[in-house]
């Protein structure tokens, strides 16, 4: 094995902060149907003391910005639709828009490997 230690390794990755459930927007929703129905917002998150804008624990995602929220549900779901989701967070009224830019998406709105 290489000779190099992992994250794991310096830290434990435990969030130290409390935060608050909170229901994913239905926008979200619409396009990414195995997002997680519920997500923990922050003021300020922390893992091991250290702030950060994002993090997924036991498949629960924590986020203390609109932009770590995207990449948290974008990381347990579809990690090249970071951007689509945090359109959707931004402005749920965009839905239609990003439906739109779907359709010529060859994953589509469905999971990757579900069936067509």
């Known amino acids: 094995a290489l000779d190099h230690d992992v994250a794991s390794d310096r830290a434990a990755g435990r969030v130290t902060s409390h935060g608050t459930t909170v ?3 239905s926008a979200v929703l619409a396009v990414v149907p195995d997002a997680p129905r ?7 998150l922390l893992v091991d003391g250290e702030p950060v804008d994002w993090w997924v624990e ?3 995602v924590h986020a203390a ?4 929220l995207a990449a948290g549900l974008a990381h347990v779901t579809r990690p090249g639709w970071r951007d689509r ?3 959707l967070l931004g402005d749920p009224g965009a ?3 990003v439906l739109l830019d779907l359709a010529g998406d060859p994953w589509g709105p469905e999971p990757p490997g579900a069936a067509r």
């Open 65 to 68: 910005t609109t932009g770590g």
């Open 58 to 60: 036991g498949g629960e």
């Open 85 to 87: 989701i945090e359109r």
């Open 23 to 25: 229901a994913t927007p």
């Open 38 to 44: 519920t997500w923990t917002e922050h003021d300020d």
């Open 95 to 97: 839905l239609p828009g």
